[in-house]
């Protein structure tokens, strides 16, 4: 690889990571050493394609579930605090369990551990036929680990094979979280209709039923991917050891943003419907979300042009949007802030994933990312067991402060290691 390397580039190329070359000379030439761009570009546009419909096939399985799983908990004939119990053992798994995933993913490999998903998630649905308590919430804790690796081993994948088989693309990343972000808020979009249709065709377990194609499909797809895992490096512990180690002062502010604006998030999820009822009016709540969905894709399609907000600035808008109910009642005031909230959401998601794949180790990629969401889950176990002690604005405006506290954050971090701006990498991102 290295002679034909250097006959085809014309010797060492300044500048240009070894690696970099080395992949360019291989691949982007003929058997003359032509260039050969639009095989190249034909190579990506299969890789992305088949990254996103695994990602989106996994993550509408996980959709499916979310309009009608209080509800199907309730048909079982469970209590309140039996439910609360049930979404905590969820968050818990996720947070404690989910770690010794994110390890094993870059122990064992990442496309392994998204196969992992599917056959968990699936275990996950089926365990929903039960009747009986405990074995919900096994199922719930199953769906914990899942949701772990969802968000970990996924991403972890892409990252090491889009800088491995593609590094002269590499602004283009910023792309791909980009329409991920926007077609993830499509498939919520089409997975609350598809929910729907199921539970009436076969009761609030359809869902459940439903998704279950869907990760066979996504099963199906990551088959096709290589391999990758970080550095070869199989020992466990050293994995969990190199991530503790990784740890430094940029890489905990980037857990650190993670961790308030997905905790913020979080505890709006719960919040926006009894804040918007409190005007008294009758709230269309499948249209109210469509509504959001669509202003995050409209975020999502932000930071896939040529300006991406920077992510301080997205931190702080975010922040005065929460704050909205404590200012007014009014049905349409908070309704606008809440979509700006949503639109917040959107362009945090690109830009945050962007982060993570500059300042991340590839060796314990997969491992960082579960670590950063212990935090976070807590918040949200801490959300549900202790929330209901305060009125709703007022949790919401404890939201608002961290984000707040998330804009100082960015601000704070090296002009190096921010994103977002005009620029190259913007232009390149679409």
């Not at 394609?49 to 996994?58: D, E, G, H, K, T």
């Not at 926007?182 to 377990?205: E, H, K, P």
Request: positive net charge; glycine residues 10%.
């Amino acid at each position: 690889m290295g002679p034909r390397t250097s006959l085809a580039l014309g010797g060492r190329a300044k500048g240009r990571p070894a690696m970099a070359r080395d992949v360019v000379g291989a691949d982007c030439t003929g058997s003359g050493g032509a260039v050969v761009p639009e095989k190249r570009s034909s190579e990506y546009a299969r890789f992305r394609r088949s990254y996103l419909m695994a990602f989106l096939c996994a993550a509408s399985s996980d959709w499916l579930k979310g309009p009608y799983i209080y509800r199907f908990y309730e048909a079982r004939g469970f209590q309140p605090q039996e439910i609360t119990v049930l979404f905590a053992a969820g968050y818990l798994s996720s947070a404690f369990f989910g770690v010794v995933a994110g390890v094993l993913t870059d122990a064992l490999g990442r496309r392994r551990m998204c196969l992992c998903f599917c056959a968990l998630y699936t275990l996950h649905c089926a365990l929903h036929a039960a009747e009986g308590f405990w074995l919900l919430l096994l199922a719930r804790a199953v769906s914990g680990v899942a949701t772990a690796l969802l968000f970990s081993a996924f991403e972890a994948w892409l990252v090491a094979e889009h800088g491995r088989q593609f590094p002269e693309r590499a602004n283009e990343l910023a792309g791909v979280f980009a329409t991920q972000t926007q077609g993830n808020a499509l498939a919520a979009v089409a997975s609350g209709v598809a929910a729907q249709l199921a539970v009436l065709a076969m009761g609030y377990a359809g869902p459940f039923a439903v998704a279950t194609p869907l990760l066979a499909l996504c099963a199906r797809e990551v088959r096709k991917w290589p391999e990758n895992a970080g550095n070869g490096q199989r020992d466990p512990r050293e994995v969990l050891r190199a991530a503790l180690a990784g740890m430094n002062s940029v890489v905990a502010r980037v857990g650190l943003l993670q961790c308030l604006f997905e905790g913020s998030m979080h505890v709006f999820v719960f919040l926006w419907t009894p804040c918007l009822q409190r005007s008294g009016h009758s709230v269309p709540h499948g249209l109210v979300f469509s509504l959001y969905m669509l202003c995050m894709m409209a975020g999502g399609r932000q930071c896939a042009g040529r300006f991406r907000p920077p992510l301080g600035w997205v931190f702080a808008v975010a922040a005065a949007c929460l704050i909205a109910p404590r200012v007014s009642e009014g049905l349409w005031g908070n309704l606008a802030a809440f979509c700006c909230f949503e639109w917040c959401v959107g362009c945090y998601f690109p830009q945050i994933a962007v982060l993570r794949s500059r300042h991340l180790s590839n060796e314990s990629r997969g491992a960082t990312i579960t670590l950063f969401r212990v935090p976070f889950n807590c918040i949200v176990v801490a959300v549900l067991v202790y929330g209901r002690a305060l009125p709703p604005q007022a949790m919401l405006s404890f939201a608002s402060g961290a984000l707040a506290c998330g804009a100082l954050a960015c601000w704070s971090l090296p002009k190096e290691a921010s994103v977002g701006g005009s620029g190259p990498d913007a232009a390149k991102a679409d």
